[in-house]
Structure formats: C-alpha cells, structure tokens
C-alpha cells in the first residue's frame, strides 16, 4: 500500500507543510485541501504511484509567491522535478496523459483517457461536466459559502445564504441523478473503464460530502459508484482531510456508508 | 478563399437554417453566434477549411431536441458524419487535434496544440485562461446583461446591472493587460506559433468587442496581437454575425481598427 501511505503523509501536512516520503527530489503540487481540482489531482498522482511534495495555498487569502506561480489565482500547481510549472487541472491532467503514453507504468491500471478517440471524446466531455457545469452549479458556491466566505478576514461571522444553498442543494440533486443514470447504464461513468470523468466527480462529490450535503440513500445507483470509487487506496489521500473545528459526517470515511 | 465563404454562409443562415455548400454529407454543428465556444470552435473548423451544416441554439430558451443532444445545455455541440456526437469546446478541440495528429492535412498552417509537451502544456493552461476564467469574470456576466437576459420571455425591459458592469470593464482591463503581456514576449500567446488559445481568446474578445466595451487603445499590445488574428480568412465567420437591433460598432469589422 505503499501509494496510499505516501498519500497519507501528504494530505496530514499543515498549511505549507512539506512531504518527506524520501530522499529524491520531487515535483510538488500547491492545492487546497477541499478544492475539488487539487483533489482530482491529489487522487490522480495517488492513482500513478507518483510521490509529490503537497504545499497548501488558500483560495480565499492566496499568496504574491502563488500569484506568481499561477497568475490565475487557480489551483492546483504541479511543479515537475527539472521540468515545467503545470497550472490547473486542464493542463497537467492531459501533461500527465501525455506523459504516460510515452512512458506507460507496467500494471497500471488508471490510463486518464482511455479506450479509442470517440471513448476519449466521452470522458472529456464528462471531465467538462464535473470541472465546468458542476463546480459552476455545486461546488463553487457550496465551498464559498461553507468555508471561504468564512475564513476571509472581517468575515468569521458569515452564515451560509439560504436561496444559494437551497439553489445548490437542488442543483446538486439534479447531478446525482445523471451520475446515477451514467452509472447504470455503464460499469464507470465515461464507460466500461476508470477515467479521470471518475476521479472529477468523486473529487467535486467528496468535497461536498465533507458537509453531509449529499443525499446519498435517495441515489442509490450514484451511491453505489462512489463507494467504488472511495474505496480505491488512492482515494483515501482526500478521505483524510479534515478542516479545524468542523469535522466531516461519521460516513464521510467509512467504506460501507 | 473558399474556407471564408463556407464560413460566410454558415453565420448569414437564421435559426435553424442549414447551410448547403455542396452535397457531400457534412458534420453538424450546433452553435449561438455571440457564444465564445461557439466561436472558438467555427474559427478553428474554419482554418481547418472543414465544411459544417450549421444550426443555432438560443443559449437563453434551449430546445428539448437540443438538450437530448447535450443534457449539459452547452454550446457548442459538433456531431461527426457518421461519427461521435462532441459535446463542448474541450472534447471537439482535443478530438479535432487527436484526427489531425492521425491524418494531417497537407499545408495546414494551424495545429491547435503545437510544439513539444510543454509547449502543448502552455497552450492549454491559456485556454483554460480565457473558456475558464476569462468567461466567468467578463464574457458570461456582460452576455447576460447585454443580450441573453433581455431576450427571455418577459424580460424585454432589462437593462444592464451598473454595478456587474462596472466588474466587468475592470476584471477585462485587467485580461487585456495579461493578453498584451503575453503578445509582448511572444509571437502568439503561448509560443511562437498560433493556437487554439489564441482562438478561444479572440473568440472572447470578439463577442465583448461587438458591443464595443474593448478600450483597444489603452492596451496598444493586446490590439495589435487581435488585428493579426482579426485579419485571418477564417476569423471572418464571426465578424459577419448581427444581432437583430444591435448593431456592432464600425470598427468591429474593419482589420485596420
């Protein structure tokens, strides 16, 4: 279990904490623990096996040192060892997509687009659905109004907007059950494969199940696919995130929810 | 400068029309002539000289037919003769590139994501930029206010918010600085050849400049960077759309602007 370790140490760092896994040099990523982007990444790199020195930037307070890193103001950042300075999910997962058809891992079991062009075509029309519509119409306003309103200096003591959460929570019933409907009809959400169309949900849907703000037992299809996917050791690298002083649902971490 | 007269009749055809330009079987695309995608994406068929039927979609009262096409109720939709339906900017740009990588087309001076991997990296990190976060801080709000909104049913008599307004000119002065930065260093945005980030933010800033909210002259740079692409054969595919009542600004058309 040697990736889910690594991970391990990754996600329990503080804020700009380093992973020391080993002695090698490393790429390092800037992510935020609950930015359903990092996570899709966090969980990819976890995926690959790939050690990563994992530095934590907040969203709602970032730093000139990662203005100038990522003029966007995006996460997450993965800085390659001797190599580039990849900026957002876009960008490296397609590098590393890249990376891996020049270099395949022996026994690797997680190509992020696979199958043939038209199977490709699926699975980033869904990475699109998960990173574009869902964060838009979910994600994005539930985290601000949960967490970053919150944190942002003079603003402690901000309480969520109830049109906005009522809007999101109906919003996000409306996803769930699309991922119910691709789930039954398909043994993984872009096809017969795991795809990083997969990774993206399971990110944006952890993110949001760290509040108890999913109705899981009313999908029971996209219930039965999450817990495929959070399962998988490489999912615990988000399973173990924790924000101080609002702990995530009992089911949060469990298996068997 | 066939590819340009393809093109001119595709965006003079009125909802649903069908442009015939010859009777070869042809792809279909689904496209809202002010929408960015939509433009990023007629542009790069256009320099491709890849004839399509076109049909538009009112991104404000969408159609059933066209939500069974695209359940994420997105433009742009291209359905391959014979082919893949592709749903959305990011699937029909990477699974344009993945055909031409396999069949290249002789004398094509456009690759969308040219160079080596980081190259390729650079690329998609500045479309990212402009479909991503251009879109959500200036093309997406200023479409709302200006056309999308006053169109529904009912609300004939919007006028456009003063206060998004007012962000909106300055999160754009703020993108035409970046652009202009870019444009300085580089031949093109991401490198020394013109890509598909250079598409997608033309396709921006041609949708906002029809409404003539682009203060060109304070960002002399980024001007110069879009009267090269403006004056390309196949950027003529957006220049030539009018919205019923609100006409462009002179300079909209003219490449010398």
């Given at each position: 279990?040697?990736?889910?370790e690594?991970?391990?140490?990754?996600?329990?760092s503080?804020?700009?904490?380093?992973m020391?896994?080993?002695n090698?040099?490393?790429?390092?990523l800037?992510?935020?623990?609950?930015?359903?982007?990092?996570?899709?990444?966090?969980?990819?790199?976890?995926?690959?096996?790939l050690?990563?020195?994992?530095?934590?930037?907040?969203?709602?307070?970032?730093?000139?040192?990662?203005?100038?890193?990522?003029?966007?103001?995006?996460?997450?950042?993965?800085?390659?060892?001797?190599?580039?300075?990849?900026?957002?999910?876009?960008?490296?997962?397609?590098?590393?997509?890249e990376?891996?058809?020049?270099?395949?891992?022996?026994?690797?079991?997680?190509?992020?687009?696979?199958?043939t062009?038209?199977?490709?075509?699926?699975?980033?029309?869904?990475?699109?659905?998960?990173?574009?519509?869902?964060?838009?119409?979910?994600?994005?306003?539930?985290l601000?109004?949960?967490?970053?309103?919150?944190?942002?200096?003079?603003?402690?003591?901000?309480?969520?907007?109830?049109?906005?959460?009522?809007?999101?929570?109906?919003?996000?019933?409306?996803?769930?059950?699309y991922?119910g409907y691709?789930?039954?009809g398909r043994?993984?959400?872009?096809?017969?494969?795991?795809?990083?169309a997969?990774?993206?949900a399971?990110?944006?849907?952890?993110?949001?199940?760290?509040?108890?703000?999913?109705?899981?037992?009313?999908?029971?299809?996209?219930?039965?696919?999450?817990?495929?996917?959070?399962?998988?050791?490489?999912?615990?690298?988000?399973?173990?995130?924790?924000?101080?002083?609002?702990?995530?649902?009992?089911?949060y971490?469990?298996?068997?929810?």
């Amino acid at each position: 279990m040697a990736r889910a370790e690594v991970a391990l140490i990754c996600y329990e760092s503080s804020d700009g904490a380093v992973m020391e896994a080993n002695n090698e040099k490393m790429h390092k990523l800037t992510h935020f623990r609950l930015c359903p982007y990092s996570r899709s990444i966090r969980v990819l790199l976890a995926e690959l096996g790939l050690q990563v020195e994992a530095v934590e930037e907040q969203p709602w307070d970032m730093s000139l040192s990662f203005l100038q890193l990522n003029p966007a103001g995006e996460l997450p950042v993965l800085e390659i060892d001797a190599g580039p300075i990849l900026c957002g999910t876009y960008s490296i997962s397609e590098y590393v997509a890249e990376e891996l058809k020049r270099h395949p891992v022996d026994g690797l079991s997680v190509p992020l687009f696979p199958g043939t062009r038209e199977e490709r075509a699926e699975v980033r029309r869904l990475v699109d659905w998960f990173h574009g519509k869902f964060d838009r119409e979910v994600t994005r306003e539930l985290l601000y109004e949960k967490v970053y309103a919150r944190l942002q200096p003079g603003m402690s003591g901000h309480s969520p907007d109830a049109d906005i959460m009522r809007a999101v929570r109906a919003n996000l019933r409306y996803h769930l059950s699309y991922i119910g409907y691709l789930a039954h009809g398909r043994r993984w959400l872009a096809g017969e494969d795991l795809s990083f169309a997969d990774i993206a949900a399971a990110a944006h849907l952890s993110s949001i199940d760290y509040f108890d703000e999913v109705p899981w037992e009313d999908y029971p299809q996209a219930k039965d696919w999450y817990a495929r996917i959070k399962s998988r050791p490489a999912f615990r690298v988000v399973l173990a995130d924790r924000i101080p002083g609002s702990p995530p649902p009992r089911h949060y971490t469990d298996l068997d929810f």
